[in-house]
């Protein structure tokens, strides 16, 4: 060490070694400083990839289908055949265990039901002159009556494909009850049209009398012909059973079942323009297949415990009477 040296004026003045010892102690002192934040900067990435991969976690978490796979369990075949089975024989036996609720609805659909059976010819002349007089309705009608045939299953193969191939719970459960209740339906309007032999509006003969309206089957009668099978109509009847179930099945999206019933009405409106089938023939088949399809959709629920949640809801679909001025009135109400 170098002695320090006095000036005149009694301060301590530093030598050079004094001073460049106090340099190299401070720059010693800021590399410390310095590779301490290196360190602290170099920690932070860790911090980070954990706060990014938080909100990754939550998000797949909170998008995993399960509610929905199990509210619509998908029907194997066992099940299929053992709901359609089950679904014959509630219908069978319907008239021996109805409620008192039941009755009203058949007493209104029954008196519904003769009042448009008195009204036939009537309704049959008037829609007949839309026929005659617009050639939109002449054209377009025989296409929109092909939706409760040919076009209702193609419209029931979409939707089968597209359930089973984006695995669609829904969409496959909606495809299998709708061919179940096509096929319920089915079987009960054909037994319906050989019982009664009605005669279709396009092949009366007024000059034949009463009797030919519900002609009586003779022993050389050919077991199916197609001028006595009216009542009920197998378009309408179903349009309605496809649309029921649709309807049911989508309740959840308000614009589905206002699609379906308007389609399967337009159903039955045609086969009156068309002159195919008399006003009640197309009530009656509308409310064979409303009840068939919903029949179906609420054994299904019945089968799997699933809870209805519309079930304290009022039927979209009821049959009324009113006393209005010493009159009867009957009465049809849908509800969208």
Not at 47 to 69: A, R
Not at 133 to 157: D, E, M, Q, T
Request: aromatic share 14%.
């Amino acid at each position: 060490m170098f002695p320090a040296s006095q000036s005149e004026s009694g301060k301590w003045n530093l030598t050079a070694n004094d001073r460049l010892l106090r340099w190299s102690r401070t720059a010693a002192l800021l590399l410390l400083l310095f590779q301490f934040s290196s360190a602290s900067a170099q920690e932070e990435p860790d911090t980070t990839i954990v706060i990014h991969e938080l909100p990754e976690q939550v998000i797949t978490l909170h998008e995993t289908p399960t509610v929905e796979k199990k509210a619509y369990p998908t029907l194997s075949f066992s099940n299929y055949r053992h709901l359609l089975k089950d679904n014959f024989k509630r219908q069978i036996t319907f008239p021996f265990r109805t409620t008192r609720k039941d009755r009203d609805i058949l007493l209104g659909l029954g008196l519904t039901a003769t009042v448009a059976f008195l009204t036939d010819k009537e309704t049959n002349r008037q829609l007949g002159d839309l026929r005659r007089h617009s050639s939109f309705v002449r054209v377009n009608s025989p296409i929109i009556g092909k939706l409760g045939a040919s076009y209702s299953f193609v419209v029931l193969g979409l939707t089968g494909a597209y359930g089973f191939i984006f695995k669609d719970p829904k969409a496959q459960t909606t495809f299998l009850l709708a061919t179940q209740a096509a096929l319920s339906t089915g079987v009960w309007t054909h037994t319906f049209k050989f019982i009664t032999s009605r005669t279709r509006p396009n092949a009366y003969n007024r000059f034949e009398g009463p009797g030919y309206f519900f002609k009586p089957r003779k022993s050389d009668d050919i077991f199916w012909n197609n001028e006595f099978n009216s009542f009920p109509s197998g378009h309408t009847s179903n349009a309605f059973a496809i649309a029921t179930v649709f309807a049911k099945m989508y309740r959840d999206v308000p614009a589905i079942p206002i699609i379906a019933y308007s389609a399967a009405s337009l159903v039955g409106v045609t086969r009156i323009i068309d002159n195919r089938h008399w006003g009640s023939d197309v009530l009656m088949g509308a409310a064979l297949g409303y009840f068939c399809g919903s029949q179906v959709v609420n054994n299904y629920w019945r089968m799997f415990g699933l809870k209805n949640k519309n079930n304290n809801q009022e039927p979209p679909l009821s049959f009324n009477v009113n006393y209005l001025n010493n009159q009867t009135v009957l009465g049809l109400t849908y509800k969208f």
